[in-house]
């Protein structure tokens, strides 16, 4: 069980949470920590629900207003972005569900959703509203966050 945790990169030493710790106080701030996480997991459900209520509502609105039943170009970057971003809100969950059942942060997923969420800012781009250093930047970002990535999966 321990290798399989190892190959998906969820094991990784020094980021154990155990309840079992010899130190009573750390005991206690362990539990403080995966209470907080368990309602962070209660607030990211709502947020999905949110969500997914928000893509319901902004897909019927634009399909409702004239022209009716035709989307524009930017009418569709706006449901990708709402889709993309209750993805990324589902990607967040599984991570802390993992984190939940693990008791340890899984970095490659962690990156994964990081890598999701620059790709769903860079699908909705408005080239005609940013600037070249933006752009820049974020490629930047996605290069590291590639490399990164490559670099945790090729550890495995």
């Not at 209660?42 to 902004?58: K, P, R, S, Y």
């Not at 969950?93 to 008791?103: D, G, K, P, Q, R």
């Amino acid at each position: 069980m321990a290798d399989e945790k190892d190959q998906l990169g969820l094991r990784e030493p020094g980021h154990d949470l155990h309840l079992e710790h010899e130190d009573a106080t750390i005991r206690y701030l362990h539990w403080i920590i995966r209470f907080a996480v368990k309602i962070l997991a209660i607030l990211m459900v709502m947020v999905i629900v949110w969500g997914l209520g928000d893509v319901i509502f902004v897909l019927y609105q634009r399909v409702t207003e004239p022209p009716f039943m035709l989307l524009q170009i930017s009418d569709l970057l706006a449901t990708f972005g709402s889709f993309l971003a209750v993805l990324i809100a589902i990607e967040i969950f599984v991570n802390i569900s993992m984190y939940l059942s693990t008791n340890v942060i899984p970095v490659r997923l962690v990156v994964a959703t990081a890598l999701m969420a620059i790709a769903r800012k860079v699908i909705i781009f408005d080239y005609d509203q940013i600037t070249p250093p933006y752009i820049y930047g974020t490629a930047a970002v996605v290069l590291a966050l590639g490399i990164t990535y490559w670099l945790i999966t090729k550890r495995s």
